[in-house]
């Protein structure tokens, strides 16, 4: 028999089957709720980097506070849904902005950096839409800079696209050590070879303490009058504290007058669980009638104060041959411009990056 909390009498029998029907209904809406909560998720997610240089550009020093010197700054909204069976719906939104102004980091976008939606399970994962690239995805893992920085040789001489719109692409789960991934880049008339249009693919080995990668790609000028093809080749291979990255990279585009090869050898060693420190050194033959060839040395110093939040410090010595114009980039920010043609690059960077 039912009875109210505390008091002494039973409950009607109406009233009875009223208060069953509602625990019931409450019982069922919560279940359901917890069920969606565990099939479906939503998340805000993004990277604050802002950092000071100073960096003498071939008459004078030159200081500035920039966005994005270690990672690209952005915000993004991220999600998945478990459809049963071993197959899961996700999306990523992700737009890049600069956190010394605020301003969009491309305001004719609205999710600059990426803009995806995939379906996937045991076979691989299929995504359509505006997509980091396969180069972009493979540099960070071979370079310690993580591809990035004002101290990173391999950032400041790669040419390459670093995303690609209306694109398909496919994940393959792990065979082994071995992974593989396949873009496909519809162009303005629809397929790859056409203008904007794109190709690419991966191949990765992971196996105890060495990575290596193959990776490259083809993308069709917007006048649809010639293809930029690049390379990666290299990998990593940690001994003890110590992880040593060597890299090879190849561009080529006849229009864009780009003909280059890279070779980059770096080190990471960690002086601590917080702190590491890094240093490398790359060099660019321009195989074009310019020989604007380059080379450069770099270091960099990370600490971690948080799971979230770390400070950076690099120095970069980078020489121009000829007429060579190469600058010192940040991860998602163009290098302070050269006094002049050939002259030479020297800077210092200090910044902090958060996750949130």
């Known amino acids: 028999m039912v009875q109210y909390p505390g008091a002494g009498g039973p409950l009607p029998r109406a009233a009875t089957i009223a208060s069953i029907a509602s625990a019931a209904c409450i019982a069922c809406t919560a279940s359901a709720a917890s069920a969606a909560s ?3 998720s ?9 950092f000071l240089q100073a ?7 030159a200081t500035a506070i920039d966005s994005s010197g270690l990672y690209g700054t952005r915000w993004g909204i991220k999600g998945s849904e478990d459809l049963g069976g071993g197959l899961r719906v996700e999306f990523v939104l992700e737009q890049g902005f600069k956190s010394d102004t605020g301003a969009s980091a491309d305001p004719a976008r609205m999710f ?4 995806w939606v995939g379906i996937g399970g045991a076979a691989g994962q299929l995504r359509i839409g505006r997509q980091n690239a396969l180069m972009f995805l493979n540099e960070g893992r071979l370079d310690a800079f993580v591809g990035a920085s004002m101290g990173s040789g391999l950032n400041n001489f790669s040419t390459y696209t670093v995303r690609t719109d209306k694109t398909v692409s496919y994940f393959s789960p792990a065979f082994g050590p071995l992974r593989f991934q396949l873009y496909y880049g519809f162009g303005t008339s629809g397929g790859a070879r056409s203008a904007n249009g794109s190709y690419s693919g991966a191949v990765n080995y992971d196996r105890d303490k060495l990575h290596l990668a193959l990776v490259h790609q083809a993308v069709r000028n917007a006048l649809d009058t010639d293809t930029q093809k690049a390379w990666y080749a290299g ?3 940690e001994f003890g504290k110590v992880t040593a990255y060597a890299v090879y990279h190849r561009a080529k585009a006849v229009a864009a007058q780009v003909d280059k090869d890279v070779v980059s050898l770096s080190a990471r060693y960690f002086l601590t669980a ?3 420190v ?3 050194y790359s060099w660019l033959k321009d195989n074009g009638s310019r020989r604007s060839d380059a080379a450069q040395l770099g270091t960099i110093l990370v600490h971690q104060l948080s799971k979230r ?3 950076y410090a690099t120095l970069s010595w980078l020489d121009n041959r000829n007429v060579g114009n190469y600058t010192l980039n940040g991860a998602a920010v163009a290098g302070l411009p050269l006094a002049y043609p050939g002259a030479d690059a020297r800077g210092l960077q200090l910044g902090i990056v958060h996750f949130f």
């Open 112 to 115: 600059s950096r990426q803009s």
């Open 55 to 61: 960096t003498h550009t071939g008459r004078s020093v």
């Open 235 to 237: 990998g990593s291979y």
């Open 309 to 311: 939040t770390q400070l």
């Open 278 to 280: 890094g240093a490398g």
């Open 38 to 40: 565990a099939q479906e």
């Open 42 to 50: 939503v998340q805000v997610f993004g990277v604050i980097d802002t």
């Open 274 to 276: 917080a702190t590491s």
